[in-house]
């Protein structure tokens, strides 16, 4: 089963995507019952991040009552910043979109995130790549094949509005 993750996160808030990106409203419930307990990364989009980080696995996952509500562990590694890793709470939006909510608790993780992201970009000789959009593809293994490569393009394609043009990278995670 394939997790589609999109986020868009800025220092402390969420922003919303520019109308070129819409995506489809979903209608279904997510059936948490059948999320694996470790999801991996698989792709991602080239964002300082992804630039700098080998894996990133959510654990944990779990369901906020009867809500389309989940909390996670999110955790990434990187030979040059080592581990970071933080709990979050996320909610579905009718886009399909998981938003992160902030609350106080989570708010020096998510400074700490950012601060990642920041050092990041200068190990990179500053390359600006933020696009007001992040894309990150998990699965419950560690293994991408062509199929899987085939499936997120065409569910992209499906959406249309600049979706169809984007480019994924392979994650590293093992």
């Known amino acids: 089963m394939m997790f589609i993750l999109l986020a868009i996160v800025s220092a402390l808030a969420?922003?919303?995507c520019a109308s070129t990106?819409?995506?489809?409203e979903i209608t279904c419930e997510t059936a948490w019952e059948q999320m694996p307990d470790k999801l991996y990364q698989v792709f991602g989009d080239?964002?300082?991040?992804?630039?700098?980080?080998s894996c990133r696995t959510l654990t944990n996952?779990?369901?906020?009552?009867?809500?389309?509500?989940?909390k996670i562990n999110f955790t990434s590694y990187s030979e040059t910043f080592g581990h970071a890793s933080f709990n979050g709470v996320f909610q579905k939006q009718n886009t399909g979109i998981y938003r992160i909510i902030i609350s106080e608790e989570a708010r020096q993780d998510v400074i700490q995130h950012d601060k990642f992201i920041i050092e990041g970009k200068k190990t990179r000789n500053g390359v600006d790549s933020i696009?007001?959009?992040?894309?990150?593809?998990?699965?419950?293994?560690?293994?991408?094949t062509a199929e899987d490569a085939l499936y997120v393009h065409n569910t992209f394609a499906k959406w249309k509005h600049g979706w169809e043009?984007?480019?994924?990278?392979?994650?590293?995670?093992k």
């Open 14 to 16: 969420v922003t919303k």
């Open 21 to 24: 990106c819409i995506l489809p």
């Open 46 to 53: 080239n964002d300082p991040f992804n630039q700098v980080t």
């Open 61 to 70: 996952i779990r369901s906020i009552g009867n809500t389309q509500q989940m």
């Open 131 to 144: 696009k007001g959009r992040a894309v990150e593809v998990f699965k419950g293994s560690t293994k991408s």
């Open 165 to 173: 043009n984007e480019e994924l990278y392979l994650s590293t995670c």
